[in-house]
């Protein structure tokens, strides 16, 4: 169990690579679902979850809130005698994490990564030095990356927002940020980059120009875009939506907002979505209506699996746990074809009173056994057939003759009511069977 590191030292001494035991085990410490090779459908359980890790949340969040301190006590931030040694620390301790759990991704923030310096420039080479030394541990570690970031919103250069910032200084200085982390996804081999607006957005209408923010907004994405292509990047961007907090209003509110914005702006060939389930509740939707949302635009990207507290009205972060969201996710996602460059990163976070140092590793046990669950219990309604089956035959008017015509805007606006009127009273009254569906769904989530 020992000796079982990638950097330069163990900060997780006690915990061993992390097995799958089963459904029967009682180590708090083990897989009880998620069983990376074991096929499902046509792939192999790792292959469809594509796990990740948040390096923010996982390593650089100590348990501070609003009222109250850290509680965290990260073993790696001893010791160190710079902020930069602080980071190198930091990022040992996260491959050794990634690669004990046996995630196969990791997600990152430039500034989870390197420490801010005294000017960009100084940044810049803050997180070339880090991004060095995370291109040897991830293949060490045999971890890769599945996005990467720019953290946009926490310097207080960014109070009033990013790429819409009403001074255009800060603009530019977003800019430069930006230009940097495409750099460094892109020398990390990363599938795909995200742009989470968090202070994209307004407190107050009265001191905001709207339409000038949003159009800022298209133009720095552009740019972003023709940046990375012109330097090679071939991943997918990302965008990922949140109606608030930490402003007001949040510009990419959720899904089907951010669907328009990108085919206002001519984005949608490079940019998709990723999802991350507590947003989605802000937002007042389910998790699962996002998802289909983006599916059916043909704009379905990514995962930030999480959950939140429906009582709440914040971004509470929690791990996900529910089987029926995680079944309710997988089907969606199977549906739409599954994750290609995309993945589910556990954009989540412990509680602030989890202090014991296998807390983490539980916490990632859980989310990744309840996705595992999802899935299998998606992948038997796909193979016993009769909720698709259901929904196919309920369109099966549309299948031929005047329905299919009509879907192909091969009827006009009269025709359509001469139909309409020759068929009076013969139709209308077919039954949902709402409640006979959710009684299978229950069914198959017993696995019966
Ligand atoms: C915050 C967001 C953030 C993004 C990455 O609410 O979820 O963590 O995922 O910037
Ligand atoms: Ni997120
Ligand atoms: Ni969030």
Not at 11 to 20: A, H, N, V
Not at 144 to 167: I, Q, S, V
Request: hydrophobic share 35%; aromatic share 12%.
């Amino acid at each position: 169990m020992a000796d079982f590191y990638v950097g330069n030292k163990e900060y997780f001494p006690k915990i061993g690579k992390i097995p799958y035991e089963g459904p029967e085990s009682d180590n708090p410490l083990a897989f009880k679902f998620y069983d990376p090779e074991k096929k499902v459908g046509k792939k192999k359980m790792k292959d469809h979850l594509r796990f990740a890790v948040a390096y923010w949340h996982s390593f650089c969040a100590d348990g501070t809130d609003p009222f109250g301190s850290a509680t965290h006590q990260h073993p790696w931030i001893a010791g160190a005698k710079s902020p930069l040694e602080a980071a190198e620390h930091k990022m040992d301790a996260a491959f050794e994490f990634i690669s004990k759990l046996g995630a196969e991704f990791y997600c990152f923030h430039d500034r989870d990564m390197a420490p801010e310096g005294a000017s960009p420039a100084e940044s810049e080479k803050n997180l070339v030095t880090l991004v060095g030394r995370a291109k040897k541990l991830q293949k060490a570690a045999g971890v890769k990356l599945l996005w990467g970031t720019a953290n946009l919103f926490t310097h207080p250069r960014f109070m009033n927002g990013a790429a819409t910032n009403p001074e255009f200084g800060v603009v530019a200085l977003a800019a430069a940020q930006v230009k940097a982390a495409i750099d460094a996804t892109i020398e990390l081999g990363g599938q795909g980059y995200t742009f989470w607006g968090g202070r994209e957005g307004y407190m107050s209408l009265l001191n905001t120009d709207l339409k000038r923010e949003k159009e800022h907004l298209a133009r720095f994405l552009s740019l972003a875009r023709d940046y990375a292509r012109k330097q090679g990047f071939k991943g997918v961007f990302y965008i990922e939506p949140k109606p608030m907090e930490p402003t007001k209003h949040q510009y990419d509110y959720d899904t089907e907002t951010v669907i328009g914005f990108l085919k206002t702006n001519g984005l949608d060939k490079d940019f998709r979505l990723n999802i991350e389930a507590n947003h989605a509740e802000l937002a007042g939707h389910d998790f699962v209506h996002e998802l289909e949302t983006a599916a059916a635009a043909g704009l379905f990207g990514s995962v930030d699996a999480n959950r939140g507290e429906p009582r709440n009205g914040w971004d509470t972060d929690q791990f996900p746990s529910s089987y029926y969201e995680t079944a309710q996710a997988m089907y969606t996602i199977l549906n739409a074809g599954g994750f290609t460059t995309g993945g589910l990163n556990f954009d989540a976070k412990i509680r602030r009173n989890s202090v014991d140092p296998q807390d983490l590793f539980i916490a990632h046990i859980g989310g990744m056994d309840a996705f595992a669950v999802g899935l299998e219990i998606a992948q038997r309604i796909i193979n016993d057939g009769r909720i698709p089956g259901f929904v196919k035959k309920r369109y099966s008017s549309f299948g031929s003759g005047d329905g299919a015509k009509f879907e192909k805007g091969e009827l006009s606006l009269e025709e359509l009511a001469a139909i309409g009127q020759s068929g009076y009273g013969k139709y209308g009254l077919t039954s949902g069977r709402q409640e006979y569906l959710e009684n299978l769904f229950n069914q198959y989530l017993l696995g019966l």
